[in-house]
C-alpha cells in the first residue's frame, strides 16, 4: 500500500528527498518502503507517508514540449517572443525556456497565459 503511494509520488515528480521533508520520515526508510525492501512498516509511519500529498515539488522538471506547443500556437498568431517572454515575467527581453525540459511551475505560468490569449 504505502509502496504504491510512494510510485505515484514519484511519478508526480517527489523524489526520496522530498517525500521525506514532507512527512518526517527519514530518507532511508522512504527509499526501502518505496523499493520493497521493507515488509512491515509502523502504522504511524505509514499513517504519514499515505498523508504525503501528490502535489509536485517547486523545482520539479517536466517536458518543455508541453509549453513550446502553446508558445508556437501563440506565435503564430502574431505574438513575439520578446511580448511573450515580458508576459510571463521574464527578466531580460527575450523568452528563454528550454528545449527538453523546464521547471513545472514555469510551464503552469505558460499554461495560464496561453488560457488566457487564446481562450
Known amino acids: 500500500m504505502a509502496a504504491a503511494h510512494l510510485a ?3 511519478a508526480a515528480g517527489l523524489g ?3 517525500v521525506a521533508r514532507l512527512t518526517g520520515v527519514a530518507a532511508s526508510v522512504v527509499a526501502d518502503v518505496r523499493a ?3 515488509s512491515t ?3 504511524s509511519t505509514l499513517a504519514r507517508l ?3 500529498p501528490a502535489t509536485p515539488a517547486f523545482g520539479v522538471c517536466v517536458p518543455a514540449v508541453t ?3 502553446p508558445i508556437d500556437s501563440l506565435r503564430r498568431e502574431g505574438f ?3 511580448e511573450l517572454g515580458f508576459r510571463l515575467g521574464a527578466r531580460s527581453q527575450q523568452l528563454q525556456l528550454g528545449r527538453r525540459r523546464i521547471r ?3 510551464a503552469a505560468k505558460v499554461a495560464a497565459l496561453y488560457g488566457q490569449l487564446a481562450g
Open 67 to 69: 509549453s513550446w506547443r
Open 41 to 43: 512498516v509502523r502504522p
Open 16 to 18: 526520496v528527498r522530498q
Open 50 to 52: 499515505l498523508g504525503a
Open 8 to 10: 505515484q509520488l514519484q
Open 80 to 82: 513575439t517572443h520578446r
Open 36 to 38: 520493497g525492501r521493507v
Open 104 to 106: 513545472q511551475h514555469t
